[in-house]
């Protein structure tokens, strides 16, 4: 074989390769809505899962990260840097995160963590068949929604008036909003939906709240308002406002009480399905993990500051007690 021929072939062998072939490690590209600090156990928990198939961070794979601190509209533009970097995975945490991470490329394989139903938000084909590129782990916790208007009301029989707190950027907002709506009228009571995206937005949420005289308060699942559980926890205490949250980290925050998917086992199995994609899986192939587990936790602390008496039945109930 001559040397035209030789180097012919080694630049299409070379072509073949894998993205991460070229590098002396693979790069994981994990592209979030929040912040480092807020999703910071999340972030962990995804690195155990990829530890479990063998890959730890520093060591045998490399993590570039890039948060978008509750600004939606800068997803575009990070996700096109990992495309640049050329990753060999996306990790897109939340729906917004991988729909910027769907639009900016075809080739690079993603998994995502979501609460929303990716095949309606066009993500995946299916679940059990995702195609293309795309695959994850999903709760479909927007199916949670009238559980929470629900549970709420039990620990608050005799509010006649609450309301529903969502972000309006992000691609979740109005099926949060219909689906409690629906189940309000099905339970007589009287829902106010507000909308807010930064933080002087929570304070002007709140104020009409207050003048609003809502007796009670659903948080939409959304990262900006997980980054922001802190001051949403002081604020509703604040008010002597009982609040429901779809994820854990809020009554440990100060949050009076929250029902929803075990996010940090979400992350956990995204972690487990990128290793599989560096080991040579096809995201095609691996079929969208829908978990099922739900965790009701209050904090009753701030249930006593309220002075608020949970009832009996929803204890019963509680995964976590919060003292």
Aim: hydrophobic content about 50%; overall charge positive.
């Amino acid at each position: 074989m001559n040397r035209r021929k030789l180097l012919t072939v080694l630049a299409g062998a070379s072509a073949l390769r894998p993205h991460f072939c070229r590098a002396e490690m693979p790069t994981v590209g994990f592209l979030s809505g929040a912040g480092a600090e807020a999703w910071a156990a999340y972030a962990a928990a995804f690195r155990k899962g990829l530890a479990e198939t063998g890959f730890d961070e520093g060591r045998n794979v490399a993590i570039e990260y890039r948060w978008a601190d509750g600004r939606y509209d800068r997803l575009p533009a990070l996700a096109a840097e990992l495309v640049a970097r050329r990753v060999s995975v996306i990790a897109a945490a939340t729906a917004a995160a991988a729909l910027a991470a769907k639009r900016a490329t075809a080739a690079i394989p993603i998994v995502f963590m979501t609460i929303n139903d990716p095949v309606a938000l066009g993500l995946v084909r299916s679940l059990g068949r995702p195609g293309a590129n795309i695959t994850g782990v999903t709760h479909l916790s927007l199916e949670m929604e009238p559980k929470l208007l629900e549970m709420l009301h039990q620990a608050v029989p005799d509010a006649a008036v609450m309301a529903l707190l969502v972000n309006p950027t992000g691609p979740n907002a109005k099926v949060q909003s219909s689906e409690i709506e629906a189940a309000a009228q099905t339970m007589g009571i009287r829902v106010h939906v507000l909308s807010a995206s930064t933080a002087s937005d929570l304070d002007a949420a709140f104020a009409k709240f207050a003048e609003l005289r809502v007796r009670g308060l659903v948080i939409g699942g959304d990262p900006f308002f997980g980054s922001a559980r802190r001051r949403l926890a002081e604020l509703a205490l604040r008010d002597g406002l009982p609040s429901i949250y779809q994820a854990r980290m809020y009554p440990t925050v100060g949050g009076l009480m929250s029902y929803g998917g075990d996010a940090l086992a979400d992350y956990r199995l995204a972690g487990t399905y990128a290793g599989r994609i560096l080991k040579g899986e096809r995201p095609a192939d691996l079929p969208v993990q829908q978990t099922t587990k739900i965790e009701l936790v209050i904090n009753l602390k701030t249930a006593r500051a309220l002075d608020l008496a949970v009832p009996q039945s929803i204890l019963a109930r509680a995964d976590e007690v919060i003292e």
